[in-house]
């Protein structure tokens, strides 16, 4: 109930207190001890507490190879997490698919991490656990940053297409496909589609006009890129003009 309400710290306290109680009457060798101690590193976890979270995994061994396994992902031991995982991951949670793949999309190997998210987004739409969405966003971003366009355009096309205004991250990430094939046409219709789901979602947080517009300024800048080599410069122009009167907010490449 306190780890449900996200009280993590009363709840770690009442978690030790029956560690340490189940550890006196049954020993350390009992399975309701090693649920116990599974429930603690849980909880270091939930505080950022991962080096802890991460001793009590490796004492617990394989029932807890996932905690142990994210606990180093989180300390920045992406080698020792991959290490923990399973070798054959065709067998594994969709938790060990997606977690394997953020460690590969950390370390660059994006070829890697778009087909281990194809496999977690695959495994989480036959599960209807409601994740699949959000893996296919990564699918796409990682075939994007590995630049194979051709593959991230094909799937994108794959992907049903009430999906894109939905995610506004995928459209995106689908932009950034089609510019990195040439195909100017098909970006631009995309970046609308993010443009428009992106300012909806900050239009509903009730932000000013002016913070709105700063938000957008990567989607805002691609805009006024793609416009440019369509040869709409009066497009491009307008967009540049919106960006430049917000410079001073804007991240430093999108200034730039």
Known sequence: RLFNSGRYADALSVAEQQLRLLGESYGHNHHE????????????????RYGEAEALAAELGEPARYERAYALYQLGREADAMRALPA???????????LAAQIKYRQA???????????????????????AAEHYTNVLASLVLSRDSAAATS??????????????????????????SGEYSAARDKLAVA???????????NLPEEEVEVELGVLTAQAAFVDQQLGDKE??????????????????????
């Not at 001890?33 to 950022?48: E, H, I, K, P, W």
């Not at 190997?109 to 599960?127: I, N, P, V």
Request: proline fraction near 0%.
């Open 109 to 131: 190997e994006y070829g890697e991490a778009a087909r281990l998210f194809r496999a977690a987004a695959e495994q989480a739409a036959s599960e209807g656990d409601g994740t």
């Open 195 to 205: 443009l428009r789901a992106c300012r909806e979602s900050l239009g509903a947080e």
């Open 33 to 48: 001890y090693a649920t116990a101690m599974n429930n603690v590193a849980t909880l270091y976890q939930a505080l950022g």
């Open 235 to 256: 497009a491009a122009a307008a967009a540049y003009a919106t960006l430049a009167s917000f410079k001073a907010e804007l991240e430093v490449a999108v200034a730039a």
């Open 155 to 180: 799937y994108g096309a794959s992907l049903a297409a009430g999906l894109e205004a939905e995610q506004f991250e995928l459209a995106y990430n689908l932009a950034c496909a089609h510019i990195g």
């Open 88 to 98: 054959d991951l065709s067998g594994a949670s969709g938790a060990e698919q997606t």
